[in-house]
Nanobody, 119 residues
Framework: QVHLMESGGGLVQPGGSLRLSCAASGSFSSITTMGWYRQAPGKERELVARIRSGGSRVYADSVKGRFTISGDNAKNTLFLQMNSLKPEDTAVYYC?????????????WGQGTQVTVSS
């Protein structure tokens, strides 16, 4: 089982930057994909960015050019560098991982970290 712990959220002014981190721990064979999702009040959870174990990345159109997803495989840690933040980026950000435990694929979610962009 994989446990995910996010950190790095907070309050930032429009145009500012934040860096989110997600540390994975527990017992698993390998992590195949990790990603960041967000959920704003009254809205559905949406994909922000994800990265596969081979390194390919996918970004939501709304964050392309502003956010960068990266990972430290040795430490099983995922990052999201968020620049040029806008008020519409305000949401709870969740870390997600798909991982193998033996032959079976599982999914895990972190508890979320609040990001608020406001002047």
């Amino acid at each position: 089982q994989v446990h995910l712990m996010e950190s790095g959220g907070g309050l930032v002014q429009p145009g500012g930057s934040l860096r989110l981190s997600c540390a994975a721990s527990g017992s698993f064979s390998s992590i195949t994909t990790m990603g960041w999702y967000r959920q704003a009040p009254g809205k559905e959870r949406e994909l922000v960015a994800r990265i596969r174990s081979g390194g390919s990345r996918v970004y939501a159109d709304s964050v392309k050019g502003r956010f960068t997803i990266s990972g430290d495989n040795a430490k099983n840690t995922l990052f999201l560098q968020m620049n040029s933040l806008k008020p519409e980026d305000t949401a709870v950000y969740y870390c997600n991982a798909d991982y193998l435990n033996g032959p079976l694929l599982h999914g895990a979610w972190g508890q979320g970290t609040q990001v608020t962009v406001s002047s």
